[in-house]
């Protein structure tokens, strides 16, 4: 059984079937298929994204894909091991998803709709999340009062007023961030304006199944909003903008040298406004990409900035702009 299709689900296969001689029947979701089919296509693109997201040493992604034997669309009822189990498609972190339910041992398997950390809702370098589903998936696990959960990533948990509160806790993280920007959207906020506004609940900050430490609110805020919203973000220069590096030539020669720029943006990073860093030694970079000087600015400035961040999402990205000659997000 394929949870979602996401390469670290799917290829114990060959494993099981050369342990055990036989075949494997594996049953997953009918847009399991489609997401080979699109990994197939942008196994480059993929394999940039895996060197930027996990720090690694060079491009990789597989491809090769184990098929799935059986597909299903909402629900399935299966025996396997001698247990009956019911599996459940919703969309969360992908489109294709599964949760089971084991009525035997009033158990619940998540997949990675639940994964000890606050959910990958928002990944900067993927394809959609859904995180209001997300929500009511996590509703329905909850609503049949199971006594342990199984998750896609981390330790089981065990007893069902635990089971309760790591799913409606979860579902109620992801309902907040989720109504907080529709509410914005609808008042006809600005992304920029919604992104730094919208926070989770409070009462939430310690829940250490709710930490950042993968994707961030933040994100998932942008997932939304790309989901609802599409990709013109409200400021009408960035509807038809003019190429990244004259606007950093520009700011530059406005600046006095994107030297200048760069100095700043260093004296900006040491006093703690990393944002503001980061846009300043981008256009610096941009503005003078031969400068060794410039160059070495950049990589402390990201460096710092990867250094401070929690995600892997940003420490990926922001080690991996240290680490590049020159600004761009090629991998």
């Not at 997953?28 to 196994?43: I, K, M």
């Not at 019911?86 to 619940?108: C, I, K, S």
């Not at 994707?215 to 013109?232: A, K, Q, S, T």
């Not at 070495?296 to 250094?307: D, G, I, K, L, S």
Request: glycine fraction near 8%.
């Amino acid at each position: 059984m394929f949870t979602h299709g996401h390469v670290d689900h799917i290829y114990a296969v060959p494993l099981l079937e050369r342990a055990q001689s036989d075949p494997c029947h594996v049953i997953a979701h009918e847009r399991t298929p489609e997401r080979f089919r699109r990994y197939e296509r942008t196994n480059g693109y993929n394999a940039a994204i895996n060197q930027r997201q996990f720090q690694l040493a060079a491009p990789l992604f597989p491809g090769d894909y184990r098929y799935p034997d059986e597909v299903y669309r909402d629900t399935l009822g299966i025996r396997a091991s001698g247990l009956d189990l019911v599996l459940h498609h919703a969309r969360g972190e992908t489109d294709d998803g599964t949760w089971l339910w084991d009525p035997a041992h009033r158990a619940v398997l998540t997949g990675d709709l639940f994964i000890w950390a606050s959910p990958n809702c928002g990944n900067p370098q993927k394809a959609q999340r859904y995180c209001d589903e997300w929500a009511v998936a996590l509703r329905r696990m909850a609503a049949l009062r199971p006594e342990l959960l199984l998750p896609g990533h981390g330790l089981p948990i065990a007893g069902a007023e635990r089971v309760q509160r790591v799913l409606t806790e979860t579902a109620r993280y992801l309902e907040s961030i989720f109504d907080q920007t529709i509410d914005a959207m609808n008042t006809g906020a600005t992304l920029d304006e919604i992104l730094h506004s919208v926070r989770p609940p409070a009462d939430l900050d310690d829940a250490p199944w709710l930490q950042p430490v993968y994707d961030e609110p933040e994100f998932v805020v942008r997932g939304i909003w790309r989901l609802y919203g599409g990709w013109y973000d409200g400021n009408p220069a960035h509807l038809k903008p003019a190429p990244d590096d004259a606007v950093a030539a520009e700011v530059a020669s406005l600046a006095g040298g994107a030297d200048r720029l760069a100095r700043r943006a260093l004296e900006l990073s040491s006093a703690g406004d990393h944002r503001l860093a980061g846009h300043l030694i981008e256009f610096a970079g941009r503005a003078a990409p031969a400068d060794e000087e410039i160059r070495r600015a950049r990589a402390t400035v990201f460096a710092e900035r990867a250094r401070q961040e929690r995600s892997t999402m940003s420490k990926g990205v922001f080690s991996w702009a240290a680490r590049s000659a020159s600004p761009g997000p090629k991998g």
